[in-house]
């Protein structure tokens, strides 16, 4: 541990053009999940975006960089299979941590992205490896530092934590179903047959919510606030942007940071209007419909009571 007096300072920038909403309207009516690109059934983005940097910049009392705490909604996705890699935010980190010098540390929360990702459909470049993660890692950077020229001081310095445990229903599954998904488990185990790929998502989330018996979720969701503008909600899960936004609307807070896949992951956790769509991220949905509505309602009580506290 290396207490010591810090003070903090916050700012904010939009970034446009790198985050896109993966799950698209079809000419045919239906929902795509990362269609390929320019493909011309595209109607348009099935969802939006969260295009706000926020940026949260610790000092010493004589202006030393301790910690920069940077949160932006976009998948971390460019660099997969068997490689490890910190992709676009490792870039940042290092970019953000050459410039504000010494031994600062650079921490990134990953807002509300469960259906974002950086896949841009009208651009027909492969946007794929490291060479991505570097593209993407040097412009959020830059976003940051546009960010640095609006930093000001935060007011108030009491740090205030609240949690509140919820419970998130199954969605329901029959008897037919789970039959159906063991047998597929089965064709991918023994490698006789691969079925498609959604069957095999379907299949691994039917078993897996069978095997609760019908328990449900029990998730947590926590607020960290920080005198009277800083807030930090984080939540379980991959949550879908329009959460993460109703969030944010709701928040008392004029600087709210979303850190999703925090305490834990269940996986997806889409709106409940996404789940008349299908596709993907709710074939692998392995909480109700209505569970990401929830966990808003949570994070709002939660946000107003620590705004309300002395």
């Known amino acids: 541990m290396r207490l010591a007096p810090a003070a903090i300072s916050l700012g904010r920038a939009t970034e446009k053009n790198l985050a896109f909403n993966r799950r698209f309207f079809l000419k045919d009516g239906s929902v795509a999940w990362n269609p390929r690109k320019l493909d011309p059934n595209i109607v348009e983005p099935a969802g939006p975006v969260d295009p706000e940097v926020l940026v949260l910049a610790v000092n010493d009392p004589k202006g030393k960089p301790l910690a920069t705490l940077v949160n932006f909604a976009l998948h971390p996705d460019t660099v997969g299979g068997s490689r490890i890699s910190a992709d676009y935010p490792g870039v940042m980190a290092g970019l953000v941590g050459a410039w504000r010098g010494g031994e600062s540390v650079t921490l990134f929360a990953n807002g509300a992205c469960g259906n974002i990702n950086h896949r841009d459909v009208n651009w027909e470049a492969p946007q794929k490896g490291p060479g991505e993660a570097t593209r993407i890692g040097t412009i959020l950077a830059a976003s940051v530092f546009k960010a640095a020229r609006e930093l000001k001081p935060a ?11 919820v419970k998130l229903p199954l969605p329901a599954i029959t008897p037919e179903q789970v039959q159906k998904a063991t047998a597929i488990m089965q064709e991918v185990i023994s490698g006789e047959k691969k079925p498609a790929f959604l069957d095999q998502v379907d299949a691994f989330k039917v078993v897996d919510v069978e095997g609760r018996k019908g328990a449900p979720w029990e998730v947590e969701v926590q607020v960290i606030t920080l005198g009277n503008e800083v807030a930090v909600v984080s939540l379980p899960g991959e949550i879908f942007v329009e ?8 928040s008392p807070f004029k600087h709210t940071f979303i850190a999703e896949l925090a305490n834990g992951s269940i ?3 889409p709106t409940k209007r996404a789940y008349g769509q299908g596709a993907y991220e ?3 949905a392995r909480c109700a419909a209505g569970s990401g509505e929830i966990l808003v309602e949570a994070a709002a009580r939660l946000l107003q009571k620590l705004k309300a506290a002395k």
Do not use: W
């Open 155 to 165: 007011s108030g310095d009491q740090l205030r934590v609240a949690r509140e445990v």
């Open 267 to 269: 996986g997806y956790i």
């Open 243 to 250: 959460l993460g936004l109703d969030i944010k609307k709701l």
């Open 282 to 284: 709710v074939v692998s």
